[in-house]
Structure formats: C-alpha cells, structure tokens
C-alpha cells in the first residue's frame, strides 16, 4: 500500500520586522563588537556597524552615514545613530553631528566623553573621579584585566549593561541636550533602544 504524504503547512501570521540600527562608529573594533552583541535570535532589532577604516574624525564619521543612508536608505522605524568619543575633538566638530542627529526622527548621536572606553567602565562602577582618559583605561583595565580594543570580552560585559543605563542615565542630569561637556556619555539613550 503506498504511502500518503503528508501536507505542511505554514502557521499563518506576521512575522514582526527586525527594527535596523545603523551605527556609524569612530572606533574600528572596540564599537562594533559591543553593539553586535545585540544581534541575537531573540531580540527585534537588527545592528549593523559602519566600521571606520582609519577614517574617524567626526566629519568622517557623519560621511560614513550620509553615504550609507543614500546607497541603501532606511525603512520607517529604522533608526541611523553615530558614535563618537569627545576625545580631542572640537565643539564645532560635535556639533555638525548634533545638528545632523536633530534633522530628521531615528536620527541619533551619542557622545561618550572622555572615551567610549567610560561607557564600558559604566558596567561594572560609577565611574566617578575619571580625571583623563588614562584615568578611564586603568579603572577599566581592573575590571577586564588585559583588555583590548581587539578582542572585547563581551561575555563578561553583557551581565552589566542594565546596570551601565542607569549609571548614565542617573549621571546625565539635568538631561545634556547634545553631548556631554564633562566626564559623561548618552551611549545609554542608544542602548536603552537596543534591548
């Protein structure tokens, strides 16, 4: 007696659109493995990191994204972020990129100042009393011993990121409406998204 087949059939349903988060980043490697670390199955955003190739100047940066925006453009919901440290840069500089973030919704920047290395240091202390960005690499360094731009270790990292939201955010007061003049970073406003 031959066999039936079997019909399969599909559940009927929407399947929910990944929300796309481009991220154009001063940093080449430490920036791009952090956000990646939100692209996994469970989560409704998708990162995609415009890596900086040795071009990161702000100008550079803001290029980056402009150039990305045109090639492949965003769907409605998607949101263009750019990442930058304040670092040696001027108030001029940061501020065409602040005025690039207001021209349109889902446009964002976060600035960490002095490094985005004090975003990550957010993850495991307050971070008070930084005074220079070596400052910021030392503390850091105690909570990842050996760290490297190259390789984050972003399993240790993962655990406190609710933890580095509310230490920005409670730091980020009154709330900076571009970027922060003192030791300080808005990468919480960004990753308050993500997750």
């Given at each position: 007696m031959?066999?039936?087949?079997?019909?399969?059939?599909?559940?009927?349903?929407k399947?929910?659109?990944?929300?796309?988060?481009?991220?154009a980043?001063?940093?080449?490697?430490?920036?791009p493995?952090?956000?990646?670390?939100?692209?996994?199955?469970?989560?409704?955003?998708?990162?995609?990191?415009?890596?900086?190739?040795?071009?990161?100047?702000?100008?550079q940066?803001?290029?980056?994204?402009?150039n990305?925006?045109?090639?492949?453009?965003?769907?409605?919901?998607d949101?263009?972020w750019?990442?930058v440290?304040?670092d040696?840069?001027?108030?001029?500089?940061?501020?065409?990129?602040?005025?690039?973030s207001t021209?349109?919704?889902g446009?964002?920047?976060?600035?960490?100042?002095?490094?985005?290395?004090y975003?990550?240091l957010?993850?495991?202390?307050?971070g008070?009393?930084i005074s220079?960005?070596?400052?910021?690499?030392?503390r850091l360094?105690?909570?990842?011993?050996?760290?490297?731009?190259?390789?984050?270790?972003?399993?240790?990292?993962s655990?406190?990121?609710?933890?580095a939201?509310?230490?920005?955010?409670r730091?980020?007061?009154?709330?900076?409406?571009d970027?922060?003049?003192?030791v300080?970073t808005?990468?919480?406003?960004?990753?308050?998204?993500?997750c």
């Amino acid at each position: 007696m031959p066999r039936r087949r079997r019909i399969f059939q599909r559940p009927l349903g929407k399947r929910r659109y990944r929300t796309l988060f481009v991220i154009a980043t001063e940093g080449d490697r430490t920036e791009p493995q952090y956000f990646g670390m939100f692209n996994t199955a469970e989560t409704f955003v998708h990162v995609e990191c415009l890596r900086s190739r040795h071009e990161s100047t702000p100008a550079q940066v803001l290029t980056r994204m402009k150039n990305y925006i045109q090639d492949k453009g965003l769907k409605p919901g998607d949101e263009a972020w750019l990442v930058v440290d304040k670092d040696q840069w001027s108030d001029e500089q940061l501020a065409e990129l602040h005025q690039w973030s207001t021209t349109k919704g889902g446009y964002g920047l976060a600035v960490s100042n002095p490094k985005f290395e004090y975003w990550l240091l957010l993850h495991f202390e307050d971070g008070d009393g930084i005074s220079s960005p070596q400052d910021c690499m030392r503390r850091l360094s105690r909570h990842l011993p050996g760290y490297d731009k190259g390789r984050l270790a972003v399993a240790r990292i993962s655990p406190g990121i609710a933890s580095a939201v509310e230490r920005a955010r409670r730091k980020d007061t009154p709330a900076c409406l571009d970027w922060p003049r003192a030791v300080g970073t808005t990468v919480y406003r960004l990753v308050e998204k993500l997750c």
